[in-house]
Each structure stands twice: as C-alpha cells, then as structure tokens.
C-alpha cells in the first residue's frame, strides 16, 4: 500500500502520521461539537429520529445548548454590551467575528466602524479558555491546504490568476467560450488527468456530469486519449453539441478536432457497475473515472464503480456539495454493524461515511450530518467583513421567518422552502418576510411537506396575513422585538461564526472517509487541493490507482 501521507500537498495535517489517526482526532472532535451543526434526536440504541436544522433553532432555544461558560463569560456580556451600546453593534459584530479564520483579525474593517472601539472589545471582552481551545483544535485539525499556486497567486482578488490569451483570436480553443473560473479550474484538472493518464498507460478517460463538456473536450484537444462524458441533464448534453461545433468553426484551416462522445444518463447510487458499463461503451482497455464537482452522492457513486469495474484503474475527481450526502440513519445504532455483509451491503445505499474503518468497530462513526448546510460554506477565509455582515443578516432573517410562521401555526413542525431571494427585497426584515412568504406559498404547491394537511392552512394562512395593513412595519417591529439590533439577532451569530470554523474540519472528514475508502483496495491514494480556495472553494482533489 502507497499513499503520500505527507506530500507537501497532501491535506494531512502534519501533526497527524496517517489518515487513521486523522479519522479518530476527527470523529471525537466532531461528534464532540455535534451541536453547532446539526441537532439530532435517536433513540436508546442511538438509531436517528431526527434532525432540526438549523433555521428551526429559535424555535427550540437552541442558544442555550452552547457551553455555560461561553454563554456566561463571553456572550452574554457582549451582547449586554450591544443592548448597551446599539450604536456599535457592527463594531461588535466585527470583533465577534475574528474567531472565523485566522486572517480575519487582519482584513480591513468596513468604512464608518471605529477600530477604537473593536480593540476595546477584544481586550475587555476575551474569549474563554475552552473557547479558546476549540478554536486550537479546529485550526489542528483543518486539513492542509498547501498548493504551489499558494504563493503565486498572493491577491486573488486581481487578475493574475486568469488565463492569458483570453480576447481575441488567440484565446486558446480549448479553453473558449468559458467563464474565466471555469478555464482556471478546467485547465488544472485537465492537465492533471492528461499527465496522470500517460504515466498509468490510461486510453479512456470518462466524465461523469461532463456538463457541457469543458473537460472532456479540453482533454481531447490536448491529448490522444479517447474520452467519453456522461451527463444526467439532456440540455446540457445537448449544449455540448452547440459548444463543440462553435469551437470547430474557431479551429485553424485545415486542422481537424476530435471529438469526445457524449452520452446522457442519469446516475444513482441504484446504478449498477454493468449498467454503467454499458453506459459508458466501455471496452477492453485501462481506464480512467474523473469529474469535476460530481455533486453531493454522484461522488461516492463514482468511487463504487471504480472499486467494481476491473476497467477503471485510475480515478481523478474534484467533489463538492457535502450537505447532499446521504446517511444510513442506522449507522450509529447499537444493533447495527455485527455482520459484516450487512454493513457493506447498507454502505453502498448511502453516500457517507463509505469506509469501513468508519462503520465498525472501535472506530465507528459517533454522530451524523444529517445534510447540515455547514459542510455547504465555501472557503471562509474568502469572505470579507461585509459579507460576513450580510450572512448573518440572512440567517438571521431566515432563523427569524420560521419562529414567525411557529408562532402563528404552532401545531405544524414544517421546513418552508423559499427560494432565493434577491438582495432588493432585503433591506429590512419585514421586506424579506413579505417576500419569502409569497414565495413559500408559491412552492407550496410542489414541496412536500410532513404532514399532508399542512399546504392548505399554510397557504389560507399565508393569504390572510398578506392582506394586513401594514404588514411590513409590524414585521419590523416584532423583528426588534425578538431582539434584534442592526438587523442582526444575537443569538443567531455564535452558530454562524463557530459554524465557519467547523465547516473545513467536516469537510476534511468527508475527504479523510474517502481515502480510507480507497486505501482498502487501491495501490496508492492521494488526496490533496487542487484549486486556490479563493477562486475555486471546492477544490480538493483526490487521485487514485489499483
């Protein structure tokens, strides 16, 4: 067994020997803290019931499940502070804030906040000492993200990371009719595959939710590999077709392009490995699985077939949307994992945990994701103070949306899908409430809700309420009522700041279950980032061989 455990781009902490001890640090840590991303309900064998996202928590009082000392020694007297001082409430916020990143305490503060007043804050109001300390360990247990382009790429705010050539008649025509983070992100992945596919004596290489085929046609324009792209979405498949005979018109006199081959198929964890086979016209010949952002279970997906398909020997995928996996709800429980065919047979229904290291024994899995949007936040370090504010100020609204549809139809325990709503509709709290309930009662007639009755008391509700005059003002009125202050609720800001902290430690859970994954039938792993997070948040990359 080969593995670069501590290649210097490897996301192995360096204070960790394996993957293995890695795993463990992971899941005490994480099952420890459970609270701040997800709350889960099981039973007395710890079977889950349930879970109450995140946007319910002002309905359960869950502020009060934070640790008593960093209630008692640090955010209640910042927030009697605030209550004292409204006229400094984004100068609190912006203290508060410094736990995110590291870097945080040296982004530049917004115009109009008085940094007097934030190191006033910082040094009369310090974090407690197991505050502290959960800061140190999450920032121990962040995986690595060491890349070359690291030090190149010192503003990646500025153009420097664009691909040259970008105008004109010498823009590359492997790279045309792209957005520059789709050039950047195609170009490195592309380069990869075609240099990892010569060394492993790789003839096919096959896309999977190819999109409109960027990968696959940049590979073959640079390469002599036969390449095959599976997409789910017809139209996209169809705009691939578009996109390549608009490239062949660009080609230069004379020159003659390949041509990848596209099929549209639609993947799921019940696809067989056969049945892909078939799919993907696979013949006698080594190949190689790759995708860029496989979304939420496509990746594990993905990772079975190469496990169960002699013909794939090299995988090579950069995965995203870790809130979309799915969990067996009896991974935790006591009468589960006893049989070990059980446990591989239940495995390959869900999308997490995969490894086996993770669904038995003394190293089993101690708490669930159960989908937390937490695993969903993009690099953290990326964002500035402004969009930090403008975070909480949604969740905030979003936290403050559910308690109000709670307190006028308490008998229903419903999520309410609002859609995204443009940032016109929310300059004050009773805007966005007009708005996300027009737009709820809009979806009603598609979602699904728990309970079958709800839909019409939701939607008889909903048309009652948008009829009172001067809704908007009372909105805002209960909106400070509730306690909050510059738009913002106190007690929405430790999950969503603490939460921006944990949610690089999930993901290098998710990624350190993979590789274990792979390390049970694989000649060498290799898991590392590919992409600067600034440019491309989801950018880890994991490479593979049998």
């Not at 939701?458 to 009172?468: A, C, G, P, R």
């Amino acid at each position: 067994m080969s593995i670069s455990q501590h290649h210097s781009e490897e996301i192995l902490p360096i204070t960790f020997s394996s993957y293995e001890e890695y795993c463990d640090e992971l899941n005490n840590f994480l099952s420890q803290y459970e609270y701040l991303f997800v709350s889960n309900s099981y039973d007395e064998n710890h079977e889950l019931l349930s879970a109450t996202k995140s946007v319910h928590w002002m309905i359960t009082d869950h502020y009060r499940k934070l640790p008593t000392e960093w209630i008692k020694e640090y955010y209640e007297p910042l927030e009697h502070y605030l209550k004292s001082h409204p006229e400094h409430s984004k100068e609190v916020y912006c203290y508060m804030m410094n736990i995110t990143t590291d870097i945080m305490p040296s982004i530049i503060l917004p115009s109009k906040i008085d940094k007097n007043i934030v190191n006033y804050l910082a040094s009369n109001y310090p974090l407690p000492v197991s505050l502290q300390q959960f800061i140190d360990n999450c920032r121990k247990l962040t995986p690595t993200f060491k890349i070359a382009e690291m030090d190149r790429i010192q503003d990646p705010t500025t153009n420097s990371w664009f691909v040259v050539n970008i105008k004109g008649n010498s823009q590359p025509i492997d790279l045309s009719l792209m957005k520059q983070k789709k050039k950047y992100e195609i170009k490195l992945l592309g380069n990869d595959i075609i240099e990892i596919a010569k060394k492993q004596g790789i003839s096919t290489v096959v896309d999977v939710g190819c999109g409109k085929g960027y990968l696959t046609e940049y590979i073959v324009l640079n390469s002599n590999l036969r390449v095959v792209g599976i997409e789910g979405n017809a139209e996209f498949t169809s705009k691939m077709e578009v996109r390549v005979s608009t490239i062949e018109q660009k080609k230069a006199k004379g020159k003659e392009l390949g041509r990848a081959e596209g099929y549209t198929a639609f993947l799921t964890a019940q696809t067989t490995p056969e049945e892909f086979k078939s799919i993907a016209k696979l013949k006698d010949e080594k190949v190689m699985l790759t995708g860029l952002h496989p979304c939420g279970d496509l990746t594990p997906t993905l990772m079975r077939f190469f496990k169960a398909i002699p013909q794939i020997k090299t995988v090579c995928m950069v995965g995203c949307c870790y809130h979309k996996l799915t969990e067996n709800p009896k991974s935790l429980s006591r009468h589960f994992g006893f049989d070990q065919n059980e446990i591989a047979k239940e495995a390959d229904k869900y999308g997490f945990p995969m490894s086996q290291y993770l669904l038995q024994g003394e190293h089993k899995i101690k708490f669930h994701l159960s989908q937390s949007y937490v695993s969903s936040n993009c690099h953290p370090e990326s964002k500035t103070r402004n969009e930090w504010l403008y975070e909480m100020r949604m969740q905030s609204y979003r936290a403050a949306l559910e308690l109000f549809i709670h307190i006028h139809l308490p008998s229903f325990n419903e999520i309410h899908y609002t859609g995204a709503i443009r940032e016109k509709y929310c300059s004050s709290f009773g805007y966005y409430l007009v708005k996300g309930l027009q737009n709820i009662r809009r979806h009603a007639y598609t979602f699904t809700f728990k309970n079958p009755n709800y839909k019409d008391v939701l939607i008889q509700w909903v048309d009652e309420f948008l009829k009172t005059p001067d809704a908007i003002q009372q909105c805002n009125e209960w909106y400070k009522s509730i306690g909050a202050c510059n738009e913002i609720l106190f007690q929405c800001i430790p999950f969503i700041l603490l939460q921006a902290r944990l949610s690089q430690v999930l993901e290098g859970f998710v990624w350190t279950d993979r590789v274990l994954f792979m390390k049970e039938f694989c000649s060498f792993v290799s898991c590392r980032r590919l992409f600067h997070p600034f440019i491309s948040p989801r950018g880890i990359c994991i490479v593979a061989h049998k």
